[in-house]
């Protein structure tokens, strides 16, 4: 049995893992004729034919409307603000609420203070992590005006579900999609089935742009409203004669030529940079279920799961050896990534419950939680969502080994790792025993 490098034994693979970089020939080029042209953003913010940005930015727009097969697509410079444009866009404002998870990144459930309105956090899934149905119905009041859905770490929410709600509420459906583009639910594709989508072009997403975000949508005038929001809406809407002007003060959210440059090119490759990453992942995952007490993620009947993330669920109880512990082991038996030297690639929880924040639990935000318009009441306690909070706390952990740049060869390195950790269970348990004790 081989020494574990947590205790000073040889790792795994001790030479840095490349950076999984998608970004090729193609993508320079594009940037090269976008530089060569000298127009890198054509966006003016009064009403004229440049409003709605240049030739490239509107092609990208395009191209990603035919790929997704909706009416309008929306280019912005993030998914975080394309999640405030759409909250604006549902008119969403003061004394409304929200419902967000508590099992993402913060900009989800920050969205509805933008506008005043308070975000309520409903419970996730335990098998994938999504909103749970159950719990958004809960959560439902008088004042709910949207349901905010995360298809987190690639997989689909359970949206008949979600829709079904929606419908009998008359809320709208805002579907966050930065972690799951191309992901399915039901032959549908995410952001396409609730009200309006949003997609994250950040650099570590599936594809990218640097910074970037699209938004999608069939509907005619949360796409206007959205186009008014993302360039200084209230400099144009007398020109454009836009009546309903409600949310339409504008920000400057803009995506330049360059990213839409680049954009179009790396939409071409998402089919194969998603389909290596259920290879991979998939690859993994067959072999790592021989663990007891490790479960890779579920991918629910008539989904796909595009993995942003490889994330699995750990069993103490099984093991024997406690979570962070167990995962330390398997991280030094494995470098970090290039360009990831600061940010490893494997870690526990995934996201701690937002409502947990200083900002949720000292309520200082004076025009949502505090507004006269508000008349509802919102808990932020600690036990709020208890299955975020198990997973986070106790059972979830995810890696990043998954990614289209892994080989067979290296993805055999990451289960030698697990596999290694695992035969020194007893190794780990007397090591855990002991600093118990010495505690």
């Known amino acids: 049995m081989s020494k574990l490098a947590l205790f000073g034994g040889k790792p795994v693979r001790t030479e840095i893992y490349p950076h999984s970089n998608s970004i090729g020939e193609e993508e320079k080029r594009a940037v090269i004729k976008v530089l060569e042209s000298g127009n890198l953003s054509q966006y003016v913010g009064s009403w004229n034919d440049d409003f709605y940005g240049g030739p490239t930015v509107r092609q990208f727009e395009k191209d990603w409307s ?27 404002g003061p004394g409304d609420e929200v ?13 509805p203070l933008i506008y005043g309105a308070v975000p309520v956090f409903a419970d996730i899934d335990e098998d994938i992590f999504c909103l749970d149905p159950k719990s958004i119905e809960a959560n439902i009041t008088p004042r709910t005006k949207a349901i905010l859905v995360v298809h987190i770490c690639g997989h689909p929410t359970d949206m008949d579900e979600v829709m079904r709600i929606a419908s009998k509420y008359k809320l709208k459906v805002i579907e966050d999609c930065a972690q799951s583009p191309n992901a399915e639910y039901k032959g549908r594709k995410v952001g396409t089935i609730g009200d309006v989508g949003i997609f994250s072009l950040n650099y570590h997403k599936h594809i990218h742009t640097g910074e970037g975000g699209m938004i999608t949508t069939n509907n005619d005038t949360i796409a206007e409203k959205v186009q008014l929001i993302r360039n200084h809406g209230e400099a144009v809407v007398e020109g454009k004669k836009t009546k309903d002007i409600y949310n339409t003060f504008g920000f400057n959210y803009r995506m330049t030529e360059m990213e839409a440059a680049v954009g179009i090119e790396q939409l071409k490759k998402l089919v194969p940079l998603v389909n290596k990453r259920i290879e991979n992942a998939n690859y993994l995952s067959e072999r790592l ?107 979830v952990f995810t890696h990043e080994y998954m990614r289209p740049t892994f080989t067979k060869k290296e993805l055999d390195e990451v289960l030698t790792a697990y596999f290694k950790v695992y035969e020194n269970l007893d190794e780990l348990k007397k090591h855990e025993s002991k600093n118990a004790v010495a505690n």
């Open 289 to 395: 279920r021989e663990l007891p007490g490790i479960i890779p993620p579920v991918v629910k009947e008539g989904c796909t799961h595009v993995y942003y993330m490889h994330t699995f669920k750990y069993k103490k109880e099984i093991t024997g050896v406690s979570r962070n512990l167990f995962v330390d082991a398997v991280k030094a038996e494995l470098p970090l990534m290039r360009l990831r030297e600061t940010t490893p690639i494997m870690g526990v929880g995934f996201a701690p419950p937002l409502y947990l924040q200083p900002i949720y639990q000292q309520r200082l935000h004076k025009c949502s939680f505090n507004c006269p318009r508000y008349e509802g009441e919102v808990s932020y306690e600690r036990g709020l969502c208890p299955v975020a909070e198990k997973m986070y706390f106790e059972e």
């Open 66 to 92: 035919g790929f997704f097969g909706v009416k309008h697509t929306i280019a912005v410079n993030s998914n975080t603000s394309g999640l405030y444009a759409c909250i604006g866009a549902c008119d969403i």
């Open 99 to 111: 419902i967000v998870s508590p099992y993402t990144m913060t900009a989800g459930a920050i969205a």
